[in-house]
């Protein structure tokens, strides 16, 4: 903000920083707990993982115990590999080029991707893709390997690469590990292991019927 001058683009990014943020963030947290109530084994490895590196019924209380909840990461990336905010995506050629398959683009051309899609192909992410495994983002230590950000583009890769990742992957993080800790949650209506989620048509990923929840306060130990 300090060498910028141009006020009236300054506030146009904060907006679009912001309104970013919000919509994106909520979708994915919304796409990410009804994973968690179908997966009841990754809810306790969270939970488990949170009382090693924090302690038991203790609050977060640095950036740096943030950084070693690898378990909470990976479950966070691979909930928006399967049911990412932005689904689909396009970007416009400015020059003519030719992709590495040799399809030639003309200047002007609009190129979509769906990483939705993406994210359910066997020759990207193996014969499992259908499931939801964080353990495919850890390590055998247990730590967190990212991927190729062109394999793996939520959050765009390269020079078009999401101004508020990070801030985006704090926020989830921090959502979950609170709400899950304090928190019994249970859909409603109980999934069934077939059951996919509605989305309404639009440029951020919305439940079409919202997700109802029962929310039970966890009694801590004694």
């Not at 300090?2 to 146009?12: C, G, H, K, M």
């Not at 040799?102 to 993406?118: C, D, E, N, Q």
Request: aromatic share 10%; charged share 25%.
């Amino acid at each position: 903000m300090s060498i910028i001058n141009d006020e009236t683009y300054l506030r146009d990014i904060i907006i679009s920083f912001l309104l970013a943020g919000r919509d994106t963030v909520a979708s994915g947290l919304t796409s990410l707990f009804w994973l968690l109530s179908k997966h009841s084994n990754v809810v306790s490895a969270i939970k488990q993982e949170a009382d090693r590196i924090i302690g038991e019924n203790k609050e977060l209380t640095s950036f740096d115990q943030m950084k070693e909840l690898n378990y909470l990461q990976a479950t966070v990336y691979e909930s928006m590999r399967l049911y990412l905010p932005i689904q689909f995506d396009s970007k416009f050629c400015q020059n003519d080029d030719v992709l590495p398959d040799g399809s030639i683009l003309k200047k002007g051309t609009r190129v979509t991707y769906h990483p939705y899609a993406m994210g359910r192909i066997e020759e990207i992410w193996g014969e499992d893709c259908l499931e939801f495994k964080p353990e495919r983002w850890l390590k055998h230590d247990g730590i967190f390997f990212p991927q190729n950000p062109f394999k793996y583009p939520i959050f765009q890769a390269g020079f078009r690469v999401c101004l508020g990742k990070e801030m985006t992957l704090l926020e989830m993080k921090m959502v979950t590990l609170s709400l899950i800790r304090r928190f019994q949650i249970e859909l409603l209506t109980p999934p069934s292991p077939d059951q996919h989620p509605r989305f309404l048509p639009g440029l951020t990923a919305t439940f079409s019927d919202g997700l109802p929840v029962l929310v039970r306060n966890i009694q801590p130990q004694p």
